[in-house]
């Protein structure tokens, strides 16, 4: 042991790797075994068909899987690691291969390969159901829920995938009642107030999908929304037959009737515009109706069938009397009721016949429309046929007349309105023959009705909305399938009309003032004072008017040929000899007097006819009495009269023609003849 001491540290190793037989790097990789790699990342869906990873094997050793191993999972091949399935992030998200290195049985060492699989959108989004159907009532509140996000939603296996919702309308305008609350809440929300009696069901698709827009890969589910509203009670009941101001609300009937005094009719009275009946305004609940009367009758006179609302006379009136009965419809619940008025006027009655103002009625109905059919005026199809008798005692109509058919069973009267009893499958013609009986008097008269079973055309779109005036009962008043417009529509369309004419008279003043309104002006002032008829000038009829006196002229006659003027006639007053003679003046005459000489005295002297005294503001008119006047005379201008009736004033209307006060000759007119001036 010293020996071995003495020998020191540097020869005892040598000598254990001696002992030992390999060298010291050898050793040490023959204890360990190793795999290529141990983790792996790999999207879901990948195949690996090849080795996963290679394990190196020290001699004497081996590998085998140990039962910590992802089932199925791997598999070791020789020195080699496999993959043994397709990789699906959704069901096994890592998988792990744990490897064992023995040495016989002896376990040298252990290992982990780990495989992580990473997620990849490769599933569609799914919705718990294909098909929902819900339930929605009209009250239901604006901006409400009515389906809960919990109950629309629906689930992704893909991690973290993002979902987003949208809402298709499968009934045309149903995706103005309902929305979603938001692209990924997809809470059903109510938008518009429902109403049971426009829309019933509403169908919509749901979609949802995994991604934003056309992002790819993208998928989508798809799901049916099926809505039904359901009927709230809303309404009270409505008696019958009713007006519509917009369709929904209904302006209820008010019934009247006549009674004879001193009797009482055993049979329910007959009413305008029909018997006494209601019904439920909100046609879903349909609740029964309770009649009673809950005012105005005096002396119970009247009773009421609390289940059918006929009125009936409990005991006769002994004198003419009114009563207004307050007449209650309540729902059979009792929550809630409508109150109308019956009035029934007692008359006294003599017992007189009734009579039908025509003898045949005309109405049609529908082939197929079945029973309790309401026949139609075969002149107005939209107002029911009404067959009434007149009873002279009764300006209106007497409530103590029952109608009935005597001759057909398939038609009845309801008052004065008439029913099929049976469907009329067939189009055909019908005669049936009514009578009244005056239920007092005993009187009766006869009537027949013509009733034309038609064709069922073609169902025409339903006015939405329409009351639950039209079913069951008849009424006069009661609206019918082809009208569409209320009072308030016409009344509307009156107003517009009525503001385009005002426009259009408007219109055309201005254009009448503009095309005619300087005319108007222009002759709206005083009127002036009278304008002369004739072409004289004004200026020379004023001064000594009266001392002229009218004077034949001759007619205008056609210029004669050239010719010596003619002699004077013998006749003419001789006047003053002139110192020397002067021909006659051109243009005179047959039978005028010549104008005087020259050589008369001045004091004598007489103004020239071709000459007067001219005012400045005056105009003259020239008038040629011929066409032979020399050059050498001088030219004459005359003012002629335009009529020999215009008065003297026009006869001494001359001027001179040649601007000066010389005259070609003066005369002077005879003897005791007034003071007039010839030409």
Known sequence: MGALALLGPPLLLPLLLALLGRAPGAAAQAQVCTVSQSYFQLEENTNITGPLANITVPLGQHVELSDLSTPLAFEIRGNQLFLNTTLDYEETPILEAHIICK???????????????????????????????????????????VIPEAELQATDKDKDDTLFYSLLEVTPGASSFFSLEGVNRPSLRLDKPLDFLKTRN???????????????????????????????????????????SDGYVCLEAQYHGSVPVGHRPTSPLTLRPGPIYAVDGDRGIDQRIVYSIAGGNQEDTFAINDTSGNLTMAKSVPSPTVFVLMVKAEQ??????????????????????????????????????????????????????????????????NSAIRYRITNSSDFTMEGEIVLTTRALQHASVFYAEVKANNTVTGATATATAEIHVTEQEPPATPPTGGGPGGDGQPGAGQPGAGQHFSTVDMAVLGGVLGALLLLALIGLVILLHK?????????????????????????????????????????????????????????????????????????????????????DSPSAAVRSILTKERRPEGGYKAVWFGEDIGAEADVVVLNTPAAEADGPGNAGSEDEGSGSDEDTGRRTPPAGSPDSTYI
């Open 202 to 244: 509403m169908t919509f698709q749901l979609i949802v999908q995994d991604t934003v827009g056309s992002t790819e890969p993208s998928h989508t589910a798809t799901a049916t929304l099926v809505l039904s509203v359901l009927p709230a009670d809303l309404r009270p009941p409505w008696f019958l037959p009713c007006t519509y």
């Open 332 to 397: 059979a619940d009792g929550a809630r009721y409508s109150i109308t008025k019956a009035t029934l006027e007692a008359r006294g009655t003599a017992g007189h016949s009734p009579r039908f103002p025509q003898s045949v009625f005309r109405g049609t109905v529908e082939a197929g429309s079945g029973a309790n059919a309401t026949v139609r005026d075969a002149a107005s199809p939209t107002r029911f046929l009404r067959i009434w008798a007149e009873d002279p005692e009764f300006p209106d109509f």
């Open 103 to 145: 040495r016989g049985s002896s376990v040298v060492t252990n290992f982990r390969v780990l495989v992580v699989v990473q997620d990849v959108n490769d599933n569609a989004p799914e919705f718990p159901f294909t098909s929902k159907e819900w339930n929605v009532t009209e009250d239901t509140k604006v901006k409400s829920v």
């Open 515 to 599: 095309q005619y309104g300087h005319r108007l002006h222009c002759c709206s002032g005083r009127a002036g004072e009278p304008q002369a008829l004739g072409s004289d000038n004004q200026a020379f009829l004023k001064e000594d008017e009266a001392a002229w006196a009218p004077s034949p002229s001759p007619e205008p006659q056609p210029t004669p040929p050239e010719k010596t003027p003619a002699s004077p006639d013998p006749e003419t007053p001789e006047l003053p000899t002139p110192a020397q003679p002067r021909p006659e003046p051109l243009g005179l005459a047959p039978g005028t007097p010549a104008p005087a000489g020259a050589a």
